[in-house]
């Protein structure tokens, strides 16, 4: 059992990268598709929608698939699978984040942004000090619904090789013909997804003076 506990940490290690990873650079880029699916400029717009379209109306296992194997196919070219698989998860979760944001954006009274220029507010100082907590606030328990489901998604990374948790405990699985290592591991992403949602009840906690 130490053993298999070992074996399952090392996965959990890979997990974890590709939780971080994957919120490091989705949250940044959802706001960036969000404010160009919001533009004016009507082909930005267009050609961002059509980018959420695809990313929420295919699998994410069938864009892992493509991003790891069309480069070969197309370009002759090929690349890290990790990197692959980072790609793949930032592409398609941005897009989740952009609709939560773009939602929590356009749910704001206009009479706000009015009222901040009749006080001299410029834009920006608006956006930031007065919209952007209200939108943060708002869009918190949509955005953790959503990280509690990369948690479980990681689990997809298995289908590039990746040695993730849930494919060291297939290997572990099938190497001593038991299913123990498979629920050892959903006990791993159970605490995994507890301290997730944990950590955006405190944070939603601590926002309720915007109530």
Known sequence: MANLIFQLFKGLNFSVRIFFLTLLFSLPFGFVVAKGRMSKIAPVRWITDLYIQIMRGTPLILQLLFFYFAPFY????????????????????????????????????????????VLGFTKAYTFFHVILPQVFKKILPSVGNEVVTLVKDTSLASTLGIAELFRVAQTSSSRVFSTTPIFVAGVFYFIMNYLVAKFFDVVERKLDYYE
């Open 74 to 117: 197309i370009f002759h070219a090929s690349y890290d699978r990790f990197f692959a698989v980072i790609l793949a998860y930032v592409l398609n979760y941005s897009a989740y984040f952009a609709e939560i944001y773009r939602s929590g954006l356009q749910s704001m009274d206009k009479g706000q942004y009015e009222a901040s220029q």
